[in-house]
């Protein structure tokens, strides 16, 4: 028999949604290939100069031991902008030049747009160095593809939403009453101030019938928790584990995240894999996948607009329900991880 091709997937751990993106690839793949994961370096914690200084050690200590790694067939590097491109330069380039083996670089980041746009030129190089070294480059939507491909030429970007299973997740489609739900990084970029000013709105209201929960922790932990505490109908749960998570948007009907900035969040595609119609902001590949069918967008930073959206489909359960269906039915057909595992799978074998 063949034996199975290796796969070293190098990326962070601790960050969201590329932490959850490699659990599933490695999950998926672990059948087909040979799969180790280089995961070494995590998000630290802290701010300013003890932040940067920890972000450079760990770093520093993951680029000192990743070449006492055994060789793989394949290694797929995933990288954000900025900071995290730099680091994954190092492992794309190594790969590439060292060990001799192809190397695809998928690209996450709320702002890579940015990046690219750099007006340094040693960081306009360092781009073109790993573009032109990696075999492949996979972005999250066409949007991206535009981007990415001046760089490293359309021949090597390939299309590859995020993913997730849809059997993990058991949609109620509650409608009595209209059940909003927020789960993300308490920060400023996921939009959460916009939101508790919404829900205050929405408050104030009469003949309004809903309920609220907020997961998730950050630096407006304290607001959130401040906000649920002088509403019967707001509830704010802290962190969440998975199945936690995943059980709330089951029994969600709307899924919001009015955010500033993204790539294609995963948190959304998990909204609508339990079932909620979405309220969001056309940023980065948002509006690729929310049509007016499925959800509403709105101006980032605009709560008062945000407000309004909510009041919309609080008012009409009905239409955030049909919404919500719609959102299951496109998860299963689109955005499932079972199509993404193929589609990796067939790559690795052309680049191999």
């Not at 067939?73 to 954000?80: C, R």
Request: hydrophobic share 40%; glycine share 8%; aromatic share 8%.
């Amino acid at each position: 028999m063949k034996p199975k091709q290796t796969l070293l997937i190098v990326g962070p751990k601790g960050t969201g949604g590329i932490d959850r993106y490699i659990t599933e690839q490695r999950r998926y793949l672990e059948d087909r290939m040979d799969v180790r994961v280089y995961t070494r370096y995590t998000a630290p914690k802290g701010e300013g100069l003890e932040l940067a200084a920890r972000m450079l050690l760990s770093s520093l200590v993951a680029v000192a031991l990743f070449p006492f790694q055994r060789r793989p067939d394949i290694v797929h590097v995933h990288s954000s902008h900025t900071y995290s491109f730099y680091r994954a330069a190092f492992f794309a380039l190594f790969s590439k030049y060292v060990w001799g083996v192809p190397v695809v670089l998928h690209i996450h980041g709320s702002s890579f747009d940015d990046f690219l746009a750099t007006d340094s030129r040693v960081v306009r190089r360092l781009q073109s160095l790993v573009f032109d070294a990696v075999d492949d480059v996979v972005v999250l939507s066409e949007y991206w593809r535009g981007l990415v491909s001046r760089l490293a030429g359309e021949e090597k970007v390939h299309v590859m939403a995020n993913a997730v299973e849809p059997a993990e997740y058991d949609p109620t489609y509650p409608t009595d009453p209209v059940h909003l739900v927020f789960v993300s990084n308490l920060i400023d970029r996921k939009g959460i101030r916009e939101f508790l000013d919404a829900v205050e709105r929405l408050e104030s209201t009469p003949g309004l019938d809903f309920e609220v929960s907020i997961g998730g922790r950050g630096p407006h932990a304290d607001r959130a928790e401040a906000v649920a505490d002088a509403h019967d109908n707001v509830s704010y749960l802290g962190f969440l584990s998975e199945a936690d998570k995943r059980d709330l948007l089951g029994r969600g009907t709307v899924f919001v995240l009015p955010t500033y900035a993204e790539g294609l969040p995963i948190a959304m595609l998990e909204g609508m894999a339990g079932g909620n119609a979405i309220v969001t902001t056309p940023v980065g590949s948002i509006p690729e996948v929310i049509t007016d069918d499925r959800g509403i967008l709105v101006a980032p930073g605009d709560a008062e607009e945000l407000a309004r959206a909510l009041a919309r489909l609080v008012s009409d359960p009905e239409e955030a329900v049909r919404m919500g269906r719609t959102n299951r039915a496109v998860i299963e057909e689109r955005y499932s991880w079972q199509s993404n595992a193929d589609e990796l799978v067939a790559m690795y074998a052309e680049a191999a």
